[in-house]
């Protein structure tokens, strides 16, 4: 499966941007979907999870302010971004995997090449 970011940007702190997937080559709904991000220097980190039958997981720092869900007729999976802080500014990753710990970027096979989130 072939995945590709968009709608990243430049936002003021407590702003909102909505981040897609689109995905090709497969179906999301067979995969277990997830959001990273990452800044130089640091590892991957796991932003949010949306499983096969559609449980989502969210790591702490964006509980009740990211959205992570998909549409499976269109293909493409989104993150509801709100309240932006100046620490979710990273680049933004989506990701495909069969399974495993959704947090854990090992959990993954396929990855889209990123789009940029700015928050100042």
């Known amino acids: 499966v072939q995945l590709v970011e968009s709608g990243g940007g430049s936002v003021q702190v407590g702003g909102s941007l909505t981040l897609s997937c689109v995905a090709s080559?497969?179906?999301?709904?067979?995969?277990?979907m997830g959001w990273f991000r990452q800044i130089p220097d640091r590892e991957r980190e796991g932003v949010a999870g949306?499983?096969?039958?559609?449980?989502?997981s969210y790591t702490d720092s964006v509980k009740g302010r990211f959205t992570i869900s998909q549409d499976s007729a269109k293909n493409i999976l989104y993150l509801q971004m709100d309240s932006l802080k100046p620490e979710d500014q990273a680049m933004y990753y989506c990701?495909?995997?069969?399974?495993?710990?959704?947090?854990?970027?090992?959990?993954?096979?396929?990855w889209g090449q990123g789009t940029q989130v700015t928050v100042s």
């Open positions: 990701g495909a995997g069969d399974g495993g710990v959704w947090s854990t970027p090992e959990s993954y096979k396929y």
């Open positions: 080559g497969d179906t999301i709904g067979r995969y277990c």
């Open positions: 949306i499983e096969s039958d559609g449980s989502t």
